[in-house]
């Protein structure tokens, strides 16, 4: 049974940071493409960076240089890391995983699995 499980999630000021971890059972995790995604009250849900098998990554242009996405193949376990937070980041962030691989591994492909979702909310 495939199970994706994130966490780290919570309030911070903007300017701040947060890591967000995906745990991952129940299926062959370091050959399969992993993305984060978000999705804000009353907006479509955002990919927000994805990453392949072999640590290759794609951002969304609003997270560029602010964003990380990293993942530990020995510890089945995908990372957000989030610095110099806005409040228009503020969303519920989920992870999710493909089984695309090289090129088709982007936000765009078709993501298999998901995850319950993790809130951040970046106010003062």
């Known amino acids: 049974q495939v199970q994706l499980q994130e966490s780290g999630g919570g309030l911070v000021q903007p300017g701040g940071s947060l890591r967000l971890s995906c745990a991952a059972s129940?299926?062959?995790?370091?050959?399969?493409?992993m993305g984060w995604f978000r999705q804000a009250p009353g907006k479509e849900r955002e990919g927000v960076a994805s990453i392949d098998s072999d640590g290759n990554t794609n951002y969304a242009d609003s997270v560029k240089g602010r964003l990380t996405i990293s993942r530990d193949n020995a510890k089945n376990t995908l990372y957000l890391q989030m610095n110099s937070l806005k409040p228009e980041d503020t969303a519920m962030y989920y992870c999710?995983?493909?089984?695309?691989?090289?090129?088709?591994?982007?936000?765009?492909?078709?993501?298999?699995?998901w995850g319950q979702g993790t809130q951040v909310t970046v106010s003062s």
């Open positions: 999710a995983a493909a089984s695309a691989t090289g090129p088709f591994c982007y936000q765009g492909a078709d993501f298999d699995y």
């Open positions: 129940g299926y062959t995790y370091s050959s399969y493409c």
